[in-house]
């Protein structure tokens, strides 16, 4: 599965054996469902069903808060948030100086445990709807995600026990899913694409390189390549939206100047849903009139809008649209003449006016349309999702993501001025430049250090951040990293020539930075002589010779450092490969005239000789802690208990629903013909009496009542009424069963006189089988002859009155 988490709202698409990829319809058949959550005492809804509750209790409703994702109780970001939403209650973590939901004195939650909820409840409807467990998935995140942003998502998705193929940039895959539908317009000339999306919360501007490539596993095929980036995390659809709120309350309170609208939460929440149905009207409308029954204290509220006051509104907005722009042509050192064509992605990028400012921005003829601006991105994270899965064949498409920000290892060292004294000099090396292509493994060495020492892993050059954005992105420094045991391994090493101490890095698929390992590298020259030399072992590989030793030892005698370089070969043979290099000595020409004998010994040049010891490694986490192991497993038992909670509460209300209409139905079935024909008054009453009690119950003690005694109580009437329907399905089956016996009675009839007919030399029955098959016709006819009912007698089968058949 994957799963588009946008801001305001997400798209979830799967896919299976035999079911090509598509969307996910969620409960309400809708293709695109609300990123809410409603936690209200012991209720907690989706969806639109949460998105309702965000209306009637705003403080229970919890949206927009990936923008809490990654970031400290101080960051603007927290700020802005808490100035939009004033309802909900912002605490610190003070462990980990995050941002906390505090909805009651024992009941808080963080941003990621929100987020495990929904993708929990995208889960759900993804297995509803393939009709499967699913456990992989590709989520989608925003590319201007760093770090701390990025590992958050992995913890939620951690708390849903969801298992991540890769979080794959929006931006990204909405171009993977315009390239993939496109293959056959993909050729060796590169085609630059923009495409620009604007949703609810913010602006990325992507420019993306396809063209054919030659890849090494599958010969030639097509590729995108990420050249550009620019983004704007504040621009988007909810910004405009909260300003049209804004103008509503000025509105209202200027028409009732007694009452102070932004006062009330509840309020406020209408006038934002009526905001955004406004918004979307006035795209296609010069005006329009918003209205709300019963807004605050049953005052009814209308006031006439125009497009041309929304624009006004919006008027510093719509001059931020070019930025994003011009950020990503800065980036991918572009100018607007290579690109071939400008795309729409994302539901903001329909209002009129940023269409206007954004073609004129582009020196464009027009905006390309073409993809489905809300479904792309999922539908292009699907077709990942199926690469990476080994459940799925799918045609190769080269995907080359960039990393937006800079990343740079730092570390300060002795040095011996001019003047023999000795001052400390701080360095810093480039891990990876701004759009850097992903996945990718990076190697530093320090080739200064002879003990322990610690170096920083930190953002580079990020001036092209402005200084707002700089506050929102927190801190510039990742991660502290101290080496323990360097000392003890040159120590230990002596006598080896040391080639430095070497960091590896890698930048995984989702763009998750990791230190892998570090390691004291060491090198020395081996003299390896061999006593014999076998015409066979002369050719066998280091490692061939090594396995097959147990069969070759008479014949081969091997020295203990060249037994030594073969086992560092086989340990680690593409690095040895790069370093480890058999150098032949020349022959002259005198070597051809000297005879050999079999005892005559060859001795070989010196070869190099690798070793590898590991650092020890701690690491400290600098921009936003990750949440410890015992935190994790806490959160995830809070979120399956919730998970198990919402199930008991779905399982009752399942119940008392199928106890209720039992009850209805069953008192109306009493006064239906059908019924009445097939029980006694007596029988009748006796049902009724027993229904009216349940019905009692239900109403004075059944809505505290367990789902076992609901079940018990359903099973208990079913019982009572089980020979009352059972008739009742006899009877409405016996006219087709009588005319399938009577059907039955003359074909075999039919069959035994044409049997007995033949002649006797020709006949092929015996007498008994012919007596068999008469005896039965006959015993049949009786039977059914008894069945029927005889004019003016009773019974609903005619083989017995009311009385009789299947009493209660």
Partial sequence: MSVDVGSESMKIAIVKPGVPMEIVLNKESRRKTPVAVSLKENERLFGDSALGMSIRTPKVAFRYFQDLLGKRIDNPHVALYQSRFPEHELVKDEKRQTVIFKLSQTTQYSPEEMLGMVLNYSRGLAEEFAEQPIKDAVITVPGYFNQAERRAVLHAARMADLKVLQLINDNTAVALNYGVFRRKDINATAQNIMFYDMGAGSTVCTIVTYQTVKTKDSGTQPQLQIQGIGFDR????????????????????????????????????????????????????????????????DIDFKAKVSRQEFEDLCSDLFQRVPGPVQQALSSAEMSLDGIDQVILVGGATRVPRVQEVLLKAVGKEELGKNINADEAAAMGAVYQAAALSKAFKVKPFVVRDAAVFPIQVEFTREVEEDDKSRSLKHNKRILFQRMAPYPQRKVITFNRYTDDFEFYVNYGDLS?????????????????????????????????????????????????????????????????????????????????????????????????????????????????????????????????????????????????????????????????????????????????????????????????????????????????????????????????????????????????????????????????????????????????????????????????????????????????????????????????????????????????????????
């Fill in 234 to 297: 504040t621009l988007g659809g909810l910004e405009m939206e909260l300003r049209l709120r804004d103008y509503l309350a000025k509105l209202f309170n200027n028409q009732h100047p007694s009452k102070d609208i932004r006062k009330n939460a509840r309020a406020m929440a209408k006038l934002l849903k009526e905001a955004n149905r406004l918004k979307t009207v006035l795209s296609a409308n010069a005006d329009h009139m918003a209205q709300i029954e019963g807004l605050l204290d």
């Fill in 464 to 808: 092209f951040l402005n200084q707002d954005d700089l506050r929102i992105f927190g801190s510039l420094n990742l991660t502290t990293v101290r080496l323990k045991g360097v000392g003890d391994s040159f120590k230990k090493h002596s006598d080896y020539e040391s080639k430095g101490i070497k960091a590896h890095f890698n930048m995984d698929e989702s763009g998750v930075l990791s230190l892998d390992r570090v390691e004291s590298v060491f090198e020395t020259l081996v003299e390896d002589k061999l006593e014999e030399e076998s015409t066979l072992t002369s050719k066998l590989p280091c490692g061939i010779l090594f396995l097959s030793m147990p069969c070759l030892v008479k014949k081969v005698c091997i020295s203990v450092p060249l037994l030594e370089n073969v086992l560092c070969l086989l340990q680690d043979p593409k690095e040895n490969r790069e370093t480890v290099k058999e150098e032949v000595p020349s022959k002259s020409s005198g070597d051809s005239t000297v005879g050999k004998t079999e005892e005559e010994k060859k001795i070989k040049a010196p070869k190099k000789q690798k070793l590898v010891h590991e650092i020890t490694m701690e690491m400290d986490v600098n921009d936003v802690p990750d949440l410890l192991e015992d935190e994790l497993k806490s959160s995830v038992k809070k979120l399956q208990d919730l998970t198990v909670r919402d199930l008991e509460k779905q399982e009752r209300e399942k119940s008392a629903n199928s106890l209720e209409s039992f009850i209805f139905e069953t008192q109306d079935k009493l006064y239906q013909e059908e019924y009445q024909f097939v029980s006694t008054e007596e029988q009748r009453e006796e049902i009724s009496r027993k229904l009216s009690e349940a019905s009692s119950w239900m109403e004075e003690e059944g809505y505290a009542a367990a789902t076992k005694e609901l079940k018990d109580k359903l099973s208990e009437l079913k019982k009572l009424c089980r020979n009352l329907f059972f008739r009742v399905e006899e009877r409405r089956k016996w006219p087709e069963r009588l005319a399938a016996l009577e059907s039955l009675l003359n074909h075999s009839t039919i069959f035994l006189k044409g049997a007995r007919m033949i002649p006797e030399s020709d006949q092929i029955f015996t007498d008994v089988e012919l007596s068999t098959l008469e005896k039965a016709i006959n015993e049949t006819t009786v039977i059914k002859d008894r069945m029927i009912p005889r004019e003016g007698g009773g019974g609903s089968l005619g083989c017995c009155s009311k009385e009789q058949c299947y009493p209660v």
